[in-house]
């Protein structure tokens, strides 16, 4: 674990996408307990402001309802948090949704959200994130992909396809930043425990999210063997 005297001086300032619950709300809390002052968003306000309830005694935070299909609403995100922390240093792409089962039987509505918000969402947050990162002339992209976006597998067909995108991105943009202080990764976890995967799978099991958590705070702090547009499988 990456200890708080090694980022609390630099005031850093990390982003996160879905950070109301699984994956993002421990990536949140790993990254305030690191020092980091952290900007998270989530679709729902009710679930946005329980996090924040349980989250604001770890440190410096603010949250705001946005869905990430919206790019207004994304703009809006980035203003807001530049005009409370005058920076982003970290952008972590989380926010995803998985639909479960044949392809065959899913319907178009669930497949437009899969890509909305797994691949879209993420598209959508980068392009607004960039600028600013450009102009700071320095920065670090985490996108979350998954052991899914590496190897296919029955039942979340149209999932891979989104994860697998994730990292072509991932790969493509870092070739774009080769020549700035800008290092995009991507982050690929097997099986997850979260609600999510029970909510569409019936199965919770896998790693902790907060294992995951810490391997973005890795990512973050450059402390790994990584080169820019690298993905990490994690299991």
Partial sequence: MVSKDETSQTHRV???TGGSRGIGFETAKAFLIAGFKVAFCGRSQ??????EEEL???GDLFTMAADVREYGQLK???AETLKRFSR???LVNNAGVLWFGDFQRQDVRSINEEVDV???GMLFTTRAVLPEMLRQKKGVIINISSGAGKHGSSGIATYSATKFAVVGFTESLAQELNKTNIA??????????TDMQEKYSGRKIGLPPENIAQEILKLANAKTRL???DALEVY
């Avoid at 009710?46 to 996090?51: D, E, G, S």
């Avoid at 991507?186 to 425990?193: F, H, I, S, T, W």
């Fill in 88 to 90: 982003i240093d970290v």
């Fill in 184 to 193: 995009v990764f991507a982050l690929c976890p097997g099986n997850v425990a």
């Fill in 118 to 120: 797994n691949l879209k």
């Fill in 56 to 58: 604001k005694i770890f």
């Fill in 46 to 51: 009710t679930n946005v402001k329980q996090a």
């Fill in 227 to 229: 080169s820019s547009g």
């Fill in 76 to 78: 809006k995100f980035v």
């Fill in 14 to 16: 990390v982003m996160i």
